[in-house]
């Protein structure tokens, strides 16, 4: 069993996805922790009815990221967590992370990069009247939504799509889509590769 930690700052469907694939036996990962930069994010109670242990701060609290993500780190390693999951986690990762976990932070963003990166991918997308959208799952690098991506997968925008619409399904995607990667990355690191 692989153990993750799950960074989220929302509601937290991703990282419900990731419980439920978890226990109908498709991911062989263990969620060792959340960790969660908005206090009274959903993502908490989620996690709480799951019986995850959640490490929850304010940012604001902290003279500079690198102390809180020190902490963090500190974390993360008492867990013996082994890959950190982004699922909506709505911060840029900064060099204290990512020197712990080199090219073990995967992200799922919204959107075929490298196009539209950043907040708000599917209304920039739906804005920019394009007929393709859809999920990207990569690894993390110091930019925005800029590391190698691992997968896609495609959602045609069809006529008389809303943006709710389009934001539904982008939400189905991910969540059929981003354990099943995962599984895949834990099986080829299980294999040494």
């Known amino acids: 069993m692989k153990k993750i930690a799950v960074f989220a700052s929302g509601s937290g469907t991703n990282f419900q996805a990731i419980v439920d694939s978890i226990k109908e036996g498709r991911l062989a990962a263990k969620i060792e922790l959340v960790v969660c930069d908005k206090p009274g994010a959903k993502v908490i109670e989620r996690a709480s009815k799951e019986w995850v242990e959640t490490f929850v701060f304010s940012p604001k609290e902290y003279p500079q990221k690198s102390l809180f993500e020190a902490e963090i780190v500190e974390k993360l390693r008492a867990k013996n967590v082994e890959l950190i999951v982004l699922a909506g986690y709505m911060r840029l990762i900064g060099d204290t992370l990512l020197k712990a ?78 354990p099943q990667i995962l599984q895949s990355l834990v099986m080829s690191v299980q294999k040494g590769g």
């Open 101 to 178: 976990y080199r090219n073990k932070i995967v992200n799922i963003h919204p959107s075929l990069l490298p196009a539209f990166p950043g907040k708000d991918a599917i209304g920039q997308a739906y804005q920019a009247g394009v007929n393709m959208t859809g999920v990207t799952i990569h690894y993390v690098d110091e930019g925005l939504d800029t590391g190698p991506i691992i997968a896609q997968r495609e959602l045609v925008i069809k006529p008389g799509d809303t943006l709710e619409s389009i934001e539904e399904k982008v939400h189905e995607i991910e969540h059929e889509f981003y």
